[in-house]
């Protein structure tokens, strides 16, 4: 196709298929392609106005979101209920997903910063499909566990990164 016609052929991506969308995400990464009409009948789209709160420190964690599209805050406050921004995602980012495997309250807020389109897995969406498909319970299993453990690694690195450079240095007197 040349090139003045493919842009206008080009999907945008909240046209792009929903079963193509999540096959990226690092989570399902282990899904086989014949999978991916189940997924997309076990998630749940939502759309959130801008400044929408998603849910808030110490909820109760009951799933992960991907955005499709939009922005997200996630950050917490301090005593005196003031904001601290931790991280903004975009698409194609995820959060919350340590609580499919274990529920567990929230450890940050999480708020739109724009319109936004988020897709909802819930635990007790997996927990059922454990039941009645294990072998995709199985895999998304895999995929979550793969992208926790990256992610335990990296904040592994950081904090011998941190603790290397706060650490007093040690220094031998001659003898």
Same mark, same amino acid.
Do not use: C
């Given at each position: 196709?040349?090139?003045?016609?493919?842009?206008? +052929?080009?999907?945008?991506?909240?046209?792009?298929?929903?079963?193509?969308?999540? @096959?990226?995400?690092?989570?399902?990464?282990?899904?086989?392609?014949?999978?991916?009409?189940?997924?997309?009948?076990?998630? &749940?789209?939502?759309?959130?106005?801008?400044?929408?709160?998603?849910?808030?420190?110490?909820?109760?964690?009951?799933?992960?979101?991907?955005?499709?599209?939009?922005?997200?805050?996630?950050?917490?406050?301090?005593?005196?209920?003031?904001?601290?921004?931790?991280?903004?995602?975009?698409?194609?980012? +995820? +959060?919350?997903?340590?609580?499919? !495997? @274990?529920?567990?309250?929230?450890?940050?807020?999480?708020?739109?910063?724009?319109? @936004?389109?988020?897709?909802?897995?819930?635990?007790?969406?997996?927990?059922?499909? !454990? #039941?009645? &498909?294990? #072998?995709?319970?199985?895999?998304?299993?895999?995929?979550?566990?793969?992208?926790?453990?990256?992610?335990?690694?990296?904040?592994?690195?950081?904090?011998?990164?941190?603790?290397?450079?706060?650490?007093?240095?040690?220094?031998? @007197?001659? !003898?």
């Amino acid at each position: 196709m040349r090139p003045q016609w493919s842009a206008l +052929f080009r999907t945008k991506p909240e046209e792009e298929s929903l079963a193509l969308f999540l @096959a990226r995400v690092p989570v399902f990464s282990a899904l086989k392609k014949r999978d991916l009409p189940y997924l997309e009948r076990l998630i &749940h789209l939502r759309r959130y106005q801008s400044e929408e709160t998603v849910y808030e420190q110490g909820d109760p964690g009951s799933g992960m979101y991907i955005i499709r599209s939009g922005r997200v805050s996630l950050f917490t406050r301090d005593a005196r209920n003031r904001k601290e921004e931790l991280t903004v995602l975009g698409p194609g980012d +995820f +959060f919350g997903e340590t609580t499919l !495997a @274990a529920p567990a309250a929230r450890m940050v807020s999480a708020a739109t910063l724009e319109n @936004a389109e988020l897709i909802g897995l819930f635990r007790s969406d997996l927990l059922a499909t !454990a #039941d009645t &498909h294990p #072998d995709i319970a199985n895999r998304i299993l895999l995929g979550l566990t793969m992208v926790i453990s990256e992610r335990l690694q990296a904040a592994t690195l950081e904090l011998r990164r941190l603790n290397s450079l706060t650490a007093p240095a040690t220094s031998e @007197a001659p !003898a």
